[in-house]
């Protein structure tokens, strides 16, 4: 992020909490984590209660840092819209053309129901009503890796880099893999974040462990874009993640590369 933006970011928090006299993580913190999402669309008009019908969809919000949020559905990965970290606003696009909006997100909520508007994206007319019910989160079967890493990778001759992870704990089907994978977000320092995910398969689908990881890294200042492989598995105290790492150099300069990685919780934050 650059720092120009990060001034500008924090004088506006700055004066919203001054402004509105709350945390700028108040909002935030209540809106991450699993969710009901029930829309109740009209018929041919908002008005007629009669024609509305309810849907229900288990949804999970993962806050990612700054402004940057995902609402991850059984099958998509959408992008939450606020203008501002400490703002009270959200909105993202739902399926068949459909804008979800909190216009004003209660403060001090503690996880209670929390309603919204649906408006038709294509006309902007409101097409109904919605509600966020907060649904404790289930842990998955075997190892939990949900949450945030860091830590490095490492290559012969003594060169690596640093490494993040958040992984949502929303799990997807994925073929040919019983446990299914999780949305991720990843970044290596020095070269921004890439969209990934992390699988999580049963024992021999992988050759290096039973979690696997795949993205990009794009380094713009030497035009060179790398292709990252991440295979390995969890400590018994679910406290490291490790294993073997292959990086593969897209454009034809450097070709390919074996090293290790490995990846703990975040430690508390001192400054």
Not at 138 to 167: D, I, T
Not at 213 to 235: E, I, Y
Not at 250 to 266: A, C, K, T
């Amino acid at each position: 992020m650059k720092i120009q933006f990060t001034t500008l970011l924090l004088a506006g928090l700055l004066a919203a909490t001054t402004a509105h006299a709350k945390l700028p993580y108040n909002e935030i913190e209540d809106l991450s984590g699993h969710k009901i999402l029930v829309t109740q669309l009209a018929g041919t008009s908002y008005k007629q209660k009669s024609a509305s019908k309810a849907t229900k969809e288990a949804v999970e919000f993962l806050f990612l840092g700054a402004t940057d949020i995902w609402v991850i559905g059984e099958n998509s990965v959408r992008a939450v819209r606020t203008p501002a970290l400490g703002s009270n606003e959200f909105e993202w696009d739902g399926g068949n053309d459909r804008i979800y909006q909190i216009p004003a997100y209660p403060a001090d909520n503690d996880h209670s129901p929390v309603k919204g508007f649906v408006y038709d994206a294509n006309s902007g007319s409101k097409m109904g009503t919605f509600q966020l019910f907060h649904r404790p989160s289930k842990w998955r079967k075997g190892k939990n890796v949900s949450g945030r890493w860091v830590g490095e990778m490492g290559f012969p001759g003594g060169y690596g880099a640093q490494l993040s992870l958040n992984v949502a704990s929303t799990v997807q089907q994925t073929s040919g893999c019983t446990d299914g994978s999780s949305p991720a977000r990843v970044a290596v320092l020095g070269y921004g974040y890439q969209d990934a995910s992390l699988s999580h398969c049963e024992k021999g689908f992988f050759p290096h462990g039973d979690y696997y990881s795949q993205f990009f890294v794009w380094d713009d200042s030497h035009d060179r874009l790398w292709f990252v492989v991440l295979n390995g598995d969890v400590t018994p105290n679910g406290q490291i993640l490790q294993g073997r790492v292959e990086t593969f150099e897209l454009l034809g300069q450097g070709g390919w590369s074996e090293g290790l990685f490995i990846l703990g919780r975040p430690p508390v934050f001192h400054p």
